[in-house]
């Protein structure tokens, strides 16, 4: 068991190095950058506000700092690298045959499989953390106040990257990274796409239909951080969102498996 878990530690580092020599640097700091022009952007209209006396036109704008960080940062620009890295994560060492190297030596293809995903998640929640730590110091710099939901919102960001970036590595072990993403935006997309299918009146669409929507993931019901700051927000339904987050939990855990499944079968062909 030691020495699995010693093999997953160097798979995940050289995952994470990996996705440093990507350049992926550059996306946190464009990050920033996008984060300083939403505050020097806003400022001109929040100080409009304060001299005029319209006290709720200035929250809203100081809300709006917090909102569009953890909007821009932790959930937009984190999917999209949870989708890109997940994607690459099996066919980039295919195409560079590194992967020889790691599966010639007394590593399984599950440990493989794991140390990649664990990297890459080492990756995309320290960034999701580091927009999370710049959302708060803003909301404490322009006193904003939030209910305890926010934190359930932030525990949702942390699953959604989770949940993408596994999927989306479960299915490049057997597809092309651009089908991989794709496929997992398809899937996140599902439940929205069909909704109105269900209710169809020709029974062959409602039965693929309902079977689609059931085949995606739990979606919230939902926004949990535009919902911290509303405080007309009386009954927050926590266990129904903490189930919602069980569910994608899970539905990666499964889609990781049986992408073992297929792996551990997969004939590599370098060329």
Not at 53 to 74: D, H, K, P, Q, Y
Not at 154 to 169: E, R, W
Not at 190 to 209: K, Y
Not at 240 to 249: D, G, R
Request: charged share 15%; net charge positive; with cysteine.
């Amino acid at each position: 068991m030691a020495k699995a878990v010693l093999k997953i530690r160097g798979i995940a580092l050289t995952m994470l190095q990996e996705t440093l020599r990507r350049r992926v640097l550059y996306v946190v700091a464009f990050m920033m950058l996008i984060t300083l022009v939403i505050i020097i952007s806003g400022q001109v209209a929040l100080r409009m506000a304060t001299e005029s006396g319209e006290t709720s036109i200035a929250t809203g704008i100081r809300e709006g700092f917090v909102r569009n960080v953890l909007g821009i940062w932790s959930s937009t620009a984190a999917v999209v690298l949870a989708i890109f890295l997940g994607a690459v994560g099996v066919s980039s060492e295919v195409t560079a045959k590194t992967i020889v190297n790691v599966l010639s030596r007394p590593v399984d293809r599950a440990t493989y499989l794991m140390g990649r995903w664990i990297g890459t998640l080492a990756f995309l929640w320290a960034f999701q953390f580091l927009g999370i730590l710049i959302a708060l110091f803003i909301a404490l710099a322009y006193d904003v106040r939030y209910s305890p939901l926010l934190w359930v919102g932030v525990a949702n960001l942390f699953v959604s990257t989770l949940f993408f970036s596994g999927v989306s590595l479960g299915f490049s072990v057997f597809m092309p990274p651009v089908l991989a993403g794709g496929c997992t935006i398809l899937i996140s997309s599902l439940p929205g796409l069909v909704s109105d299918l269900t209710r169809h009146p020709r029974w062959i669409t409602r039965v693929l239909a309902n079977a689609a929507y059931y085949l995606a993931p739990a979606t919230m019901p939902v926004d949990l951080i535009e919902g911290s700051f509303t405080r007309e927000l009386v009954h927050p339904e926590y266990w129904l969102y903490f189930e919602v987050m069980a569910e994608n939990f899970l539905y990666t855990v499964v889609v990781f498996i049986l992408a073992h499944a297929i792996f551990a079968r997969r004939e590599l062909r370098l060329r």
